[in-house]
């Protein structure tokens, strides 16, 4: 994994654990569901008044009439996918993201990889 950016300001707004566990929850599917041997890279940084926080990984991407519905708990689409998940890791990113009152989106096609990028008005 590539830690490419680490620039987090103090007094931030938030709940650490939360965040803790969003982030953990995103690295653990690009390790898990991205191609094997390839980086992760992950991005913490502010923009304007939002910490963003981004992790990307090579690997096939996730069918895109799969994505509309990767938030909602227990959707997991089987193509390359681990057998023991729940499909919880998302949902549960997506509410901390709501919770902060932010975002959370992904973007995923063969050329590019697959990249979730967390908006926090933080
Ligand atoms: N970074 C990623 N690259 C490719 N596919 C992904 C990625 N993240 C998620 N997916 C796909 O989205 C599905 C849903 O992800 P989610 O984290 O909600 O569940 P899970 O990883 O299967 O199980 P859990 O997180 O509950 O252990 C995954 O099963 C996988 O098919
Ligand atoms: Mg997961």
């Given at each position: 994994?590539i830690?490419?950016?680490?620039?987090?300001?103090?007094g931030?707004?938030c709940?650490p654990?939360?965040?803790g566990?969003?982030?953990?929850n995103?690295?653990?599917n690009?390790?898990?569901?991205?191609a094997?041997g390839?980086p992760?890279v992950v991005?913490?940084h502010t923009v304007?008044?939002s910490?963003?926080?981004s992790v990307?990984?090579?690997?096939?991407?996730?069918?895109?009439a799969?994505?509309?519905?990767?938030?909602?708990p227990?959707?997991?689409h089987?193509?390359?996918?681990?057998?023991d998940g729940l499909?919880?890791?998302?949902?549960?990113?997506?509410?901390?993201?709501?919770?902060h009152?932010?975002?959370l989106e992904?973007?995923?096609?063969?050329a590019?990889?697959?990249e979730?990028?967390?908006?926090?008005p933080?």
């Amino acid at each position: 994994m590539i830690l490419d950016t680490l620039s987090i300001p103090t007094g931030l707004n938030c709940d650490p654990g939360r965040l803790g566990q969003l982030l953990v929850n995103l690295v653990d599917n690009a390790i898990t569901h991205g191609a094997k041997g390839e980086p992760v890279v992950v991005h913490i940084h502010t923009v304007g008044q939002s910490l963003v926080l981004s992790v990307h990984n090579r690997g096939v991407a996730i069918p895109e009439a799969v994505q509309p519905g990767l938030f909602h708990p227990f959707k997991r689409h089987e193509v390359g996918s681990r057998k023991d998940g729940l499909g919880l890791g998302l949902y549960i990113a997506n509410e901390i993201c709501a919770g902060h009152r932010g975002t959370l989106e992904v973007t995923s096609n063969d050329a590019h990889g697959t990249e979730f990028v967390a908006t926090l008005p933080c």
